[in-house]
């Protein structure tokens, strides 16, 4: 099998509860497939930002959110947090390398979308027109 080939092979059926909570593309793809996540690497692949700063950088997130999205972020390890823990300050949050690795295969992804997002469309047009033969 060539590096960009899929294995389906490797999928036994039937496919139990325990078979995908054990797979790691499947919480991986959690991830980045969450709402703000992608936006917030996006954003953070440019530089590094203060909390604040992303606050400010993406309309329609709340702070709440951006709380969980960046704790959930840090804690996958795609994102770095630094500054103070305890006393208030500074928070600076940037891409790790690990997060920097994962960038060129969610643009692949986008790239993919974007290419074959006619085609989506029209297969989309077809089934709720009831011609999905």
């Not at 490797?10 to 709402?35: K, Y």
């Not at 500054?83 to 390398?97: H, K, Q």
């Not at 690990?98 to 295969?105: D, I, K, V, W």
């Amino acid at each position: 099998m060539s590096p960009g080939e899929l294995s389906t092979e490797l999928i036994q059926v039937p496919v139990t509860e325990e078979d995908r909570a054990a797979c790691s593309a499947q919480d991986v793809l959690h991830r980045v497939g969450d709402r703000w996540s992608l936006l917030v690497l996006s954003l953070l692949s440019r530089r590094s930002y203060g909390f604040n700063e992303l606050d400010r950088a993406v309309v329609g997130l709340s702070r709440r959110m951006l709380t969980r999205t960046l704790h959930g972020l840090v804690r996958d390890g795609l994102v770095s947090r630094t500054g103070p823990v305890v006393v208030a300050g500074r928070v600076e949050y940037a891409l790790t390398g690990l997060g920097r690795s994962l960038l060129p295969l969610v643009v692949a992804l986008g790239e993919w979308a974007v290419a074959n997002q006619p085609a989506i469309d029209r297969a989309r047009a077809r089934h709720d027109a009831g011609t999905h033969r």
